[in-house]
């Protein structure tokens, strides 16, 4: 069972590389849109996050709360449905604001995963 803990978070943390990189290039380049790596990265987060959380540990000292837990998914599916929305309707540019939100809750997911014991 450790394996696949270590093999999902490995793909957990390419989720979050595929996201946070994909929103840094558009930002850089000025054209703010969503690209296939955000979206990609987007589902990988919910989904290995959700593997994550499953009852596949083997119950230590180190589990996260609930609580955590519980916050981690809503940023996470907030984070998803603002990168599918815009993806799905081929919008060319999308919001400033937009945009940013979705960078921020990113790196916020991040800092959460860190940071909250």
């Known amino acids: 069972m450790e394996a696949l803990r270590l093999i999902l978070r490995y793909a957990h943390l390419i989720g979050f590389a595929l996201l946070l990189g994909g929103a840094v290039v558009q930002f850089v380049s000025g054209k703010l849109r969503i690209n296939p790596a955000m979206l990609w990265g987007a589902i990988i987060q919910v989904v290995t996050g959700l593997a994550l959380a499953a009852p596949l540990r083997g119950g230590g000292d180190a589990e996260p709360s609930p609580a955590k837990l519980a916050v981690k998914l809503l940023i996470a599916i907030m984070i998803f449905v603002m990168v599918f ?3 799905r309707r081929k919008r060319e540019d999308i ?3 937009h945009f940013i939100g979705i960078l921020a809750l990113t790196l916020i997911n991040a800092a959460i995963a860190t940071f909250w014991r």
């Open 95 to 97: 919001n400033r604001g």
């Open 85 to 87: 929305i815009p993806w």
